[in-house]
């Protein structure tokens, strides 16, 4: 329904006889906002409010006006009002539904944003209601998304998409969700194209970001479904696009030094990814396992050292370092080492094979 028709069937309704000057108050309050008069128009909205009290759509669009002014609390104080008079009043559903969500980005994370964002995609959601709107579509995917709800996000990212293909975030966002589902394949296939057409385009600021996060999503997702060519192409484009592209450095070096490929080239490569991020754990835990792949247990000790002081509860870097000391034959210190493991966060390690690794240690203990 046009706001015209709106406004004619609140005053044939009522009666009152102020529908011309509430009508014209209302366009008036547009033409202003338009010329950036937002005083004015805000003056207008409130006096077409005051001859017609019972029109959810006044209220809803000086939301709008404090919305895009900045004022949340006006904003979302004027979308209440919108629907105490119209519950069903989709664009009051979206201002509240869209200022919610900024408000809950500028929260410290904890049950009260969470509670901001919970509440800003029932209002989103209700908004969308057998319409389309790409603003709140991209805003309902991210929050659904940040709350964990990949069933909702995914289907309303993949909408969005349709009508923004290739639009950065909703790739993104769609790429993460695939990802954290587990379906590595819809992840390729969300991410390839993007790539390859980032890839294939001149080098740019704008583009640079997105392209190192598409490509390091896909090298990750085509390393999980064990296409290994495919993670060492893309990562090795990504380098060659940015030399000091440290994240890829090191992901492309420890994934050699792992399968035992190309060792001297491996720890060439996360040499280089720590020049850039000297005190990394991770970095420093990619260079002992490489040391240790290649044979130097005594070389590997010391990066692996460093690595555990700094991410002391990572039980796949002091897993590595008990093999270290294993391979040094210092039983007791990888003893120790497998122990911590065990009281970690157990983040990407095998329980049972530490178990067993630690009881062997102990045994060689004299």
Not at 36 to 42: K, T
Not at 202 to 208: L, S, V
Not at 358 to 363: G, H, I, K, L, V
């Given at each position: 329904?046009?706001?015209?028709?709106?406004?004619?069937?609140?005053?044939?309704?009522?009666?009152?006889?102020?529908?011309?000057d509430?009508?014209?108050?209302?366009l008036?309050?547009?033409?202003?906002e338009g010329?950036?008069?937002?005083?004015?128009?805000?003056?207008?909205?409130?006096?077409?409010a005051?001859?017609e009290?019972?029109?959810?759509?006044?209220?809803?669009?000086?939301?709008?006006?404090?919305?895009?002014?900045g004022?949340?609390?006006?904003?979302i104080?004027?979308a209440?009002?919108?629907?105490?008079l119209?519950?069903d009043?989709r664009?009051?559903?979206?201002?509240l539904?869209?200022?919610?969500s900024a408000v809950?980005?500028?929260?410290r994370?904890?049950p009260?944003?969470t509670?901001?964002?919970?509440?800003?995609?029932g209002?989103?959601?209700?908004?969308?209601l057998?319409?389309?709107?790409?603003?709140?579509?991209?805003t309902?995917?991210?929050?659904?998304?940040?709350?964990d709800?990949?069933?909702?996000a995914?289907?309303?990212?993949r909408?969005?998409l349709l009508?923004?293909?290739?639009?950065?975030?909703?790739v993104m966002?769609?790429?993460?969700?695939?990802?954290r589902t587990?379906d590595?394949?819809?992840?390729?296939?969300?991410l390839?194209?993007v790539?390859d057409?980032?890839?294939?385009a001149?080098?740019?600021?704008?583009?640079?970001e997105f392209?190192?996060f598409a490509?390091?999503?896909l090298?990750?997702?085509?390393?999980?479904l064990g296409q290994?060519?495919?993670?060492?192409r893309?990562?090795?484009?990504?380098?060659q696009r940015?030399?000091?592209?440290?994240?890829?450095?090191n992901?492309l070096?420890?994934?050699?030094?792992?399968?035992?490929?190309?060792?001297?080239e491996?720890l060439?490569?996360?040499?280089?990814a720590?020049?850039?991020?000297?005190?990394?754990?991770?970095?420093?835990?990619s260079?002992g396992?490489?040391?240790?792949k290649?044979?130097?247990?005594?070389?590997?000790?010391d990066?692996?050292?460093?690595?555990?002081?700094?991410?002391?509860?990572?039980s796949l870097l002091?897993d590595?370092?008990?093999?270290?000391?294993?391979?040094?034959?210092?039983?007791?210190?990888?003893?120790?080492?497998?122990?911590?493991?065990?009281?970690?966060?157990?983040d990407?390690?095998?329980i049972?094979a530490?178990?067993?690794k630690?009881?062997?240690?102990?045994?060689l203990?004299?």
């Open positions: 329904m046009s706001v015209v028709s709106v406004l004619l069937s609140v005053a044939l309704q009522s009666g009152a006889p102020s529908l011309s509430a009508y014209f108050y209302f008036q309050g547009r033409t202003l010329k950036g008069d937002v005083a004015g128009a805000l003056a207008a909205y409130k006096h077409a005051e001859l009290p019972r029109s959810s759509t006044i209220p809803a669009e000086i939301a709008g006006v404090y919305a895009r002014a004022k949340a609390n006006d904003a104080g004027e209440e009002t919108a629907l105490s119209d519950k009043d664009e009051a559903h979206r201002i539904g869209l200022v919610q809950a980005e500028q929260m994370p904890g009260q944003q509670q901001m964002m919970t509440t800003a995609t209002h989103l959601e209700e908004a969308l057998g319409a389309r709107d790409p603003g709140a579509e991209i309902l995917g991210r929050l659904d998304v940040k709350l709800k990949l069933d909702k995914i289907p309303v990212l909408n969005f009508d923004n293909p290739g639009y950065p975030e909703g966002l769609l790429a993460e969700s695939y990802e587990g590595y394949k819809a992840t390729v296939d969300v390839q194209p790539y057409e980032l890839r294939a001149p080098a740019g600021k704008d583009d640079a392209f190192a490509g390091m999503s090298a990750n997702a085509y390393q999980a290994f060519d495919g993670t060492e893309v990562l090795r484009e990504l380098i940015n030399p000091k592209n440290d994240e890829a450095l992901a070096g420890y994934m050699l030094a792992d399968r035992g490929q190309k060792l001297d491996a060439g490569m996360i040499q280089r720590l020049v850039e991020q000297p005190t990394n754990p991770s970095y420093l835990d260079l396992w490489a040391y240790l290649q044979g130097k247990a005594a070389e590997a000790i990066p692996l050292e460093r690595a555990t002081k700094i991410a002391e509860g990572s002091q590595h370092l008990g093999a270290a000391y294993f391979a040094a034959k210092r039983y007791k210190d990888a003893a120790d080492a497998w122990t911590r493991a065990l009281a970690g966060d157990r990407g390690v095998d049972a530490i178990t067993k630690r009881d062997q240690a102990r045994a203990i004299k």
